[in-house]
């Protein structure tokens, strides 16, 4: 349930490379104190007063290239995946804290990557509350924490069996711009809009919880399968996803074709809602963007996928443990 | 004062390429919400229920390169910076949240840099709230929020005419140690600690804060002329330094010479603490390490430096007008 008296201190994460080398650094942390309410391993940190925190890390020919984007999609880009942690906790924008490293002369253009912040900040209602700002020997390196406020966060935990698994919007876009760049092909508009353009979904968030429907909450910003694989070891359950159901973006199929539900499933930077949903509870025109049942929750563990033979497989490393002690 | 009953809400910052810059990029920013408490310009923002933030970017080979420290060092070094931000408002730390990119095989070990960070974090009681981890394409890029908590915070804003300059234990050893090795020599093992392990200011600023006898309060990143420079233009007053009475470290002056006082002045780094107080209000025994009066506050604008000849000269654009509407 998204409304918790005694939340999870400490929270699981799903399997990937990242998340070992995050669990290996979280390994041997001691206790949290009474005020931080929620810890490392949501989408945010909650602490007393409702404030909840996250940081979000851009960097130039990682998470984007300069020919691909101008210097205000970056910084539009760099704040809404940033956002969309508090969309994940369903928390309301208060401000930004906004980090960044600057190329020499030549690079990225500072007062262009702000003004694109600002301007998705401003859209959620968040001014900016402070920062630093380097130089850089190299890439253009922003990073971007987010400060919001809550009653009660969604959490990632709190999925139980029998529970239908939601999406909004539509999937795969981001992704396959960033293919056809790769491959030294141009996107078309609304493909190259869904990477320079996402849209945090803090309203969305913020109606679906009020209406009473969440059970857990994360947002997509590394693929269906890998943010759906915090949401089950969180949980403690096993996530069935079905592949004909999952609302691949039509441009992304036109383009990608059989590739398309890969790039949904593992493309990630969608920074679309998944959630987990009493059945029966959301009848999908509670907003104004598509809302898509994709599965359903099981007993169990990891992240599951059926297609067309209707037998479900592993997308995930199910049988792993995620509990704190195992940490490596 | 550093008891306020409505802080200033935006903080008008001292003189220099950087902070022009941060005014550009904060200029036509809107109201604050109520529930932020003190917004861009001090040392960090405090938010409703007293919690306070800041972060501190760290990028090699503008901040430190890693043939003069360890990975180890770096983590060290960077949470020192960031956490001393929390000791210019008399915080006290709760958590770290640490945004990484690492530079591909051949690079800093991730882990080791973290073992930095969390060995500084745990000297003064914070834990990991969070973070984000990235490849980077060059440099590693080490940002490091800092979380803390306070009743009342200590601002820059507060020093009034007739008041003393403060600062805590010597100065410019670090710029020092950075001179050496950007002219080909080693620095001695006391200004290689200087750089490679400064001791953020907590519990010397609590203490401080608790005697009453802080009305201003500022660390020393930037060097004494600069943060003396945001201090003065935060509280509307000119700070006039004595220079016979800076604290020059004796390993900087040994090495230095008469270039020792301009590593103290400019060259930043010390994570020190500078303050203003009532006159005759601090004995300078207070603490266990050495507390000097450096000077004190008058009417009008800027840092200015008394040398022999008894007559001051400014030190930075005190003229200058900084308040917000005059941003560019």
């Given amino acids: 349930m998204a409304a918790h008296g005694a939340p999870p201190r400490r929270v699981a994460l799903g399997s990937g490379a990242e998340f070992d080398l995050i669990r290996r650094l979280l390994a ?25 925190l996250s940081t979000d890390l851009s960097v130039e020919d990682v998470h984007f290239r300069r020919d691909w ?9 760099a704040a809404a995946a940033a956002l969309s942690d508090l969309a994940a906790m369903a928390a309301r ?9 600057i190329p020499p002369e030549g690079g990225a253009d500072a007062q262009a990557v702000h003004a694109g912040i600002l301007e998705v900040a401003r859209d959620v209602g968040a001014v900016v509350l402070g920062g630093d700002l380097s130089r850089s020997p190299g890439p253009l390196v922003v990073d971007v924490v987010v400060v919001g406020r809550v009653g009660e966060a969604a959490l990632r935990a709190g999925a139980a069996a ?16 960033v293919r056809l760049w790769a491959s030294g092909r141009q996107p078309g508009p609304e493909l190259r809009r869904a990477f320079a353009h996402p849209v945090p979904r803090i309203r969305e968030a913020q109606d679906l919880v009020e209406r009473g429907v969440v059970r857990a909450l994360v947002d997509l910003s590394d693929g269906l399968a890998g943010d759906a ?13 079905e592949a004909a159901r999952i609302p691949v973006a039509e441009a992304a199929r036109s383009t990608l074709g059989d590739a398309a539900l ?8 969608d920074y679309e809602l ?22 359903r929750v099981e007993a169990g563990a990891g992240v599951w996928l059926k297609q067309k033979d209707d037998e479900a497989r592993p997308l995930t490393r199910g049988g792993y443990s995620h509990v704190q002690g195992d940490v490596s």
């Fill in 28 to 52: 041997g942390e001691g206790e949290l104190p009474a005020e931080v309410l929620v810890g490392p391993g949501d989408d945010a940190t909650v602490l007393e007063g409702g404030w909840v």
């Fill in 69 to 77: 984007i101008t210097d205000v999609e970056i910084g539009h880009r």
């Fill in 93 to 101: 924008p208060v401000g930004v804290l906004v980090s960044l490293a």
């Fill in 162 to 177: 029998g529970d239908e698994v939601w999406v909004t919007g539509t999937l795969g876009a981001s992704a396959a711009a």
């Fill in 229 to 241: 694989g915090h949401l089950a070891a969180a949980s403690g359950v096993k996530v069935v996803l």
């Fill in 262 to 269: 890969e790039a949904a499933l593992h493309g990630g930077e």
């Fill in 274 to 295: 998944c959630f987990a949903a009493p059945a029966g509870g959301v009848k999908g025109d509670e907003l104004s963007i598509p809302l898509t049942r994709v599965g």
